[in-house]
């Protein structure tokens, strides 16, 4: 939800693309379907199953593979409230913002954050989620009564690759920064093989990785005591071509029709479809 696309390796890639792909808007009259981007591996907001229900959407062009999840609720949703058909494909995270560009999607549903980077070549639409940054740890080591950032000077901050969470180490005074890993399940066996002491993620993602290990726990913070982070860092949105604004104000709507209520519903029933919860 609050990754940072690795922009150092791709801004001329993302602006060459974005300057070579003029299109015409999004048409909302005419067209029958569109195509969300996602990870297919980011739970609760997004995971892959072969296994069919009411939650799940089949992914393109992988022929017994299902994706579940908040995006998935919310990428049905906006369909419905548009009368679309909803195409999902699974693509790698780094890979979502040039997939838009190049006209291979039509919108990013994947727990992305509207970044003041990634507006320079997307548009974002309102919030569809709110959260905020917290650590995990060993419910047995020596952070778990941990109340505040500087509890972790001296530990061993591990975050995945590419995302907001990697930044926020250097926030943590005296604490050493590990490499960052490709999955969540990468870091959860790091803290609990004490390859790591601690990760930092998302609350939900949080909750999830410790439903799915019993070994671990989450830090939260009180407020001054945690992660200073931006607005854009504790939400996420849609984002969408920049030239799509008809498309962008439509989505709009549908979120809009969406109470906070709700939203936390939807979230806490993917915590609990999530595999492994």
């Known amino acids: 939800m609050k990754k940072v696309f690795v922009l150092f390796m791709l801004v001329a890639g993302l602006i060459g693309l974005a ?3 003029s299109r015409e808007q999004f048409d909302l009259e005419n067209e029958t379907e569109f195509v969300v981007g996602l990870e297919a591996a980011y739970a609760p907001f997004n995971w892959s199953t072969p296994t069919s229900s009411s939650f799940t959407y089949p992914l393109h062009a992988q022929n017994g593979v299902f994706v579940d999840g908040y995006d998935v609720v919310i990428a049905k949703r906006i369909a419905d409230e548009l009368g679309l058909t909803l ?3 699974a693509i790698e995270w780094d890979g979502l913002i040039l997939a838009l560009l190049a006209g291979e999607i039509d919108m990013i549903i994947a727990g992305m954050s509207p970044t003041s980077e990634r507006a ?3 548009a974002f639409s309102q919030e569809y989620f709110r959260s905020e940054q917290v650590m995990v740890v060993s419910s047995t080591g020596n952070y778990a009564n941990a109340t505040s950032l500087n509890d ?3 530990a061993r901050v591990v975050a995945q690759l590419g995302t907001l ?10 604490a050493t920064r590990l490499e960052p890993l490709d999955t969540y399940g990468m870091l959860a066996t790091a803290v609990s093989s004490n390859a790591a002491d601690a990760f930092i993620a998302e609350l939900p993602v949080a909750q999830g990785m410790v439903a799915a290990n019993s070994n671990l726990t989450i830090i939260s913070f009180a407020e001054g005591l945690g992660f200073v982070v931006s607005e854009e860092d504790v939400v996420v ?3 969408l071509r920049q030239e799509d604004v008809n498309l962008l104000n439509a989505v709009n709507g549908v979120l809009a029709m969406i109470s906070i209520e709700e939203r936390n519903q939807i979230m806490q029933a ?8």
């Open 120 to 122: 320079e070549t997307v």
């Open 19 to 21: 300057a070579c792909g």
């Open 270 to 277: 993917a915590l609990n479809r999530q595999p492994n919860a």
């Open 87 to 89: 195409v999902i494909k």
């Open 152 to 154: 972790f000077n001296g």
């Open 165 to 174: 969470q990697d930044a926020l180490i250097e926030q943590i005074v005296g």
């Open 237 to 239: 949105s849609v984002a």
